[in-house]
């Protein structure tokens, strides 16, 4: 499984961005063989973004086309207390509450490898794509 990161479907559905070409030479595998997991709060977070940058139109494709590929886990009480256990822990670093919770699913699920463009991921011990 591959941990798919809200920069990674931004970094996707964006043709302007940097690393459009990289992101979408990775994570078309993962969704075409669906070995993607994300979690809600990454979906959230996303469409959030999506939306206000770039309208109705690839915020629609992100939950209809590329969100029903993916895994999603859903964040259970005890996840969410232990991801904001750790974010409390390293409020100095920046690093947001929804790639903690990211870090403690991963951990959990034992999924060593995520497509993202946040060095939090690599920082935090996890294989990230593209490099």
Do not use: C, K
């Amino acid at each position: 499984m591959t941990f798919v990161d809200t920069s990674a479907l931004l970094a996707f559905l964006d043709r302007d961005a940097t690393h459009h070409g990289q992101m979408v030479q990775a994570l078309t595998p993962v969704l075409a063989e669906r070995t993607g997991v994300t979690h809600n709060y990454v979906v959230v977070e996303a469409e959030a973004l999506v939306h206000r940058r770039h309208g109705a139109g690839p915020a629609r494709r992100l939950l209809q086309d590329i969100v029903p590929l993916l895994e999603i886990a859903w964040i259970t009480p005890e996840l969410h207390a232990a991801a904001v256990d750790a974010h409390l822990a390293d409020l100095r670093r920046r690093t947001s509450l929804v790639d903690h919770t990211s870090f403690v699913l991963m951990r959990a699920r034992d999924i060593g490898h995520a497509l993202a463009l946040d060095r939090h991921f690599a920082e935090a011990g996890f294989a990230v794509s593209p490099s």
